[in-house]
């Protein structure tokens, strides 16, 4: 069965290549709009709206579509805007408990299967400088949260209890569970 990906994030793309899976990218462009006031819930709905997207076009194929969000003090906390953004968000979560939530959906349209799921995993960031966190405001734009606990050089996340995978926006543990279902 084909896979495609319902995503442009080359983090999911990697950790889905690392999974030994054979897959095609093609980048649903819809608004990231939801009327959801919980995060798991807009992960979800956001999923599943990006692979709704695709699977139209290739009812055929097992389509993937994902979501991540940060949540932190009550707030929810996707990809900044600009830097200034940015430096918001990094000064909501500076020395924080944070949770990182991944919504995945899983469609093939004419074997008329759909799941969808989340992942939480609670991240701890430093307690930074604001210099520091104006030098992070600028490298990570397009990341939920504006941190990207993944390359070497961010210093922000100093604990995890949960999934990596996860923070970094593709829930493998949940994702090998779902795929059972189609394969």
């Given at each position: 069965?084909?896979?495609?990906?319902?995503s442009?994030?080359?983090?999911?793309?990697?950790?889905?290549?690392?999974?030994?899976?054979?897959?095609?990218?093609?980048?649903?462009?819809?608004?990231?709009?939801?009327?959801?006031?919980?995060?798991?819930?807009?992960?979800?709905?956001?999923?599943?709206?990006?692979?709704?997207?695709?699977?139209?076009?290739?009812?055929?194929?097992?389509?993937?579509?994902?979501?991540?969000?940060?949540?932190?003090?009550?707030?929810?906390?996707?990809?900044?805007?600009?830097?200034?953004?940015?430096?918001?968000?990094?000064k909501?979560?500076?020395?924080?408990?944070?949770?990182?939530?991944?919504?995945?959906?899983?469609?093939?349209?004419?074997?008329?299967?759909?799941?969808?799921?989340?992942?939480?995993?609670?991240?701890?960031?430093r307690?930074?400088?604001?210099?520091?966190?104006?030098?992070?405001?600028?490298?990570?734009?397009?990341?939920?949260?504006?941190?990207?606990?993944?390359?070497?050089?961010?210093?922000?996340?100093?604990?995890?209890?949960?999934?990596?995978?996860?923070?970094?926006?593709?829930?493998?543990?949940?994702?090998?569970?779902?795929?059972?279902?189609?394969?």
């Amino acid at each position: 069965m084909r896979i495609i990906l319902a995503s442009g994030s080359p983090r999911r793309k990697a950790i889905l290549k690392k999974l030994g899976y054979k897959f095609d990218v093609i980048n649903p462009t819809i608004k990231e709009t939801t009327s959801k006031k919980l995060p798991h819930k807009i992960v979800q709905e956001l999923a599943l709206k990006k692979a709704f997207s695709i699977a139209v076009l290739y009812p055929d194929a097992l389509i993937i579509g994902g979501d991540t969000l940060v949540y932190c003090k009550g707030k929810i906390l996707g990809k900044p805007k600009d830097e200034k953004d940015a430096l918001k968000l990094l000064k909501i979560e500076n020395n924080s408990w944070q949770s990182v939530y991944s919504g995945l959906a899983l469609i093939c349209k004419n074997k008329n299967k759909l799941l969808v799921g989340y992942d939480k995993t609670l991240c701890k960031a430093r307690n930074l400088d604001l210099k520091t966190l104006k030098n992070l405001s600028s490298k990570n734009l397009d990341k939920a949260g504006a941190y990207a606990m993944q390359d070497k050089d961010d210093c922000f996340i100093k604990e995890i209890k949960g999934s990596y995978d996860n923070v970094v926006g593709f829930p493998s543990e949940l994702f090998r569970e779902m795929i059972k279902e189609f394969l």
